[in-house]
C-alpha cells in the first residue's frame, strides 16, 4: 500500500519569496503524483499532477514539482508567492495499479507574511 | 459547465435523524468518491463507486450508506447521525480510475447536534 508524508504541517513565508512545500511518498511501482491546493471554505484544486517523463512539471498558478524518484519526493515550489497563495495543499499518490486508490497527505498549511 | 455539485452546503441535523448529502457531476466520470474531512485526520474515504450500480468501502464507511444508480449522481445517506459525523464532507470525480487525480466538490458541512 501507498503512503504520502508531508513533513511540514505549517510554513510561513513573505510576499514574493520563494516557496518550497516537501512531499514524500511510499509506492511499490510507478506512482502517480499530484497537489491540490485548498482554499478556506472550499474543495481541493488540481494544481498539478506527474505520471511519466519530464520530472519537472508545470501546474496552475505559477507552480511547479519535481518528481525525484532517488528520493522518492515530489516537492511543490514556486519562484514568488503572492498573497492570495494562503491555503492548505496536498501531495497525494495513487499509481497504475487497478486497485490502488489515491491517499492523501495531511496538508501544509502555507502562512504568507506581508 | 457546471462540473460538480453537491447540496446542501450547510446542514444542521440532530443525533439519530437521517440525513442525505447530495452529489452530482456533469462530466459522465465513471468513478467518484467520498471523503470527509477532520482536523488531524485528513481526508478520508468513506465509500467509491467504479461506475452505476457499483459501489465499494473506504477507510471509514460505518454509519454510511450510499447509491449509484445515475452515473451523474452519487448520494451520500447518514442512517441515524451520530456526532462523531459532524464534519466537512466532499464529493470527488475521476474519469481516469481510481489511482488517478479526482476533481472535488465545494464541500458540505454537516454539525449534528
Known amino acids: 500500500a501507498q503512503s504520502v508524508t508531508q513533513p511540514d504541517i505549517h510554513i510561513t513565508v513573505s510576499e514574493g519569496a520563494s516557496l518550497e512545500l516537501r512531499c514524500n511518498y511510499s509506492?511499490?511501482?510507478?506512482?502517480?503524483l499530484f497537489w491540490y491546493v485548498q482554499s478556506p471554505g472550499q474543495g481541493l484544486q488540481l494544481l498539478l499532477k506527474?505520471?511519466?517523463?519530464?520530472?519537472l512539471v508545470q501546474g496552475i498558478k505559477g507552480f511547479e514539482a519535481e518528481f525525484k524518484r532517488s528520493q522518492s519526493s515530489f516537492n511543490l515550489r514556486k519562484p514568488s508567492v503572492h498573497w492570495s497563495d494562503a491555503a492548505e495543499y496536498f501531495c497525494a499518490v495513487g499509481g497504475e495499479n487497478r486497485d490502488d486508490k489515491i491517499i492523501f497527505g495531511k496538508g501544509t498549511r502555507l502562512h504568507i507574511l506581508p | 459547465d457546471a462540473g460538480i455539485t453537491q447540496s446542501p452546503r450547510y446542514k444542521i441535523t440532530e443525533t439519530g435523524r437521517q440525513v442525505t448529502l447530495m452529489c452530482h457531476q456533469t462530466?459522465?466520470?465513471?468513478?467518484m468518491f467520498w471523503y470527509r474531512q477532520d482536523l488531524g485526520h485528513g481526508l478520508r474515504l468513506i465509500y467509491y463507486s467504479a461506475a452505476a450500480d457499483i459501489t465499494d468501502k473506504g477507510e471509514v464507511p460505518d454509519g454510511y450508506v450510499v447509491s449509484r444508480s445515475k452515473t451523474e449522481n452519487f448520494p451520500l445517506t447518514l442512517e441515524s447521525a451520530t456526532r462523531s459525523q459532524t464534519s466537512v464532507y466532499f464529493c470527488?470525480?475521476?474519469?481516469?480510475?481510481?489511482?488517478?487525480?479526482?476533481?472535488f466538490g465545494p464541500g458540505t458541512r454537516l454539525t449534528v447536534t
Open positions: 506527474y505520471f511519466s517523463g519530464d520530472t
Open positions: 509506492y511499490g511501482a510507478t506512482p502517480y
Open positions: 470527488a470525480s475521476s474519469g481516469s480510475g481510481l489511482g488517478y487525480e479526482q476533481y
Open positions: 462530466w459522465s466520470h465513471s468513478y
